[in-house]
């Protein structure tokens, strides 16, 4: 639009004046001496975040990094936590007998978690797998092993905490039934309602499900407290599925259909999908 003024004005024999975007609402918020985490958690959960801005504010939000806007004190933090990790690490060295890999991997840093919170040895397996997809995300997505390792480690406390205290079951049959319900009537006539692996992704945060483009914009809400967005994720999900669910005939059926459900830019590309997530607040 701004184009076709330029072009317009040109033709009327006015000069056009360029137009300056004003700063946006985390640059203006990033300038301060104290960066407000109230407030960046309100622009993620109304607005999406860029690529340049989502590391710092992660960072911020989730504790990694301090609130105090000063080049020296990052430094001296973030040394702080390269410490710690390195640790970790020599814990689980000694515990392993193992020499640790010179990458991270999820299964290492699940390992370095269950140390640090003092639940190694009374871990279950299923736990181990959850924290294994969800560290994932941010061994790809942070290059620094202390970043990518405290952020996972604040996420997985903060997520801990959160399916303890939300009963995002309640709220996903709830929301399946208003936004469909044949198919939650359905599903529910056939007892395969409640062997859906919306656990698995609830536990997990749809890690090893959402293409990264809209696992970040999905994350960038639940790190700002927002955990209904899964709920939504979800259930845009299964709408989205409804073909091949009506077409089951059991619950056993459900479990086949698990085996080869992976979530591809496709099937999660939807209008209905991507508004759910996108206009969420």
Not at 99 to 116: D, N
Not at 135 to 160: G, H, Q, R, T, V
Not at 163 to 185: P, Y
Request: hydrophobic share 40%; proline share 4%.
């Amino acid at each position: 639009s701004e184009n076709f003024r330029s072009s317009y004005y040109g033709t009327l024999g006015v000069s056009s004046v360029a137009v300056v975007k004003p700063p946006s609402s985390l640059d203006v918020l990033f300038k301060a001496e104290i960066l407000d985490v109230v407030k960046l958690k309100s622009i993620c959960l109304q607005h999406p975040l860029t690529t340049f801005h989502r590391p710092l504010v992660w960072k911020t939000i989730l504790g990694v990094s301090p609130t105090a806007n000063n080049e020296a004190t990052r430094i001296y933090v973030k040394e702080q936590r390269k410490q710690q990790l390195e640790d970790l690490k020599r814990c689980l060295k000694f515990v392993s007998r193992e020499p640790a890999g010179t990458t991270p991997s999820p299964e290492e840093f699940s390992l370095l978690y269950l140390i640090e919170k003092n639940r190694l040895l009374v871990s279950k397996r299923a736990e181990h797998t959850d924290l294994c997809a969800i560290a994932k995300p941010f061994i790809k997505l942070f290059p620094a092993d202390e970043d990518a390792y405290w952020l996972f480690s604040s996420f997985a406390a903060m997520w801990e905490t959160e399916m303890e205290s939300s009963d995002l079951k309640t709220k996903f049959v709830f929301c399946l039934k208003n936004a469909d319900r044949e198919l939650h009537d359905y599903l529910l006539y056939t007892n395969a309602l409640n062997n859906l692996p919306f656990f698995k992704w609830f536990n997990q945060c749809f890690s090893d499900l959402l293409p990264e483009m809209h696992l970040e914009s999905v994350w960038d809400k639940v790190i700002a407290g927002s955990s209904i967005v899964l709920v939504y994720v979800a259930v845009a999900l299964i709408v989205d599925q409804k073909q091949y669910l009506m077409a089951v005939k059991s619950k056993d059926g459900i479990y086949q259909l698990e085996l080869s459900w992976t979530l591809s830019h496709e099937a999660f590309g939807t209008g209905q999908s991507l508004a759910i997530v996108g206009h969420h607040k």
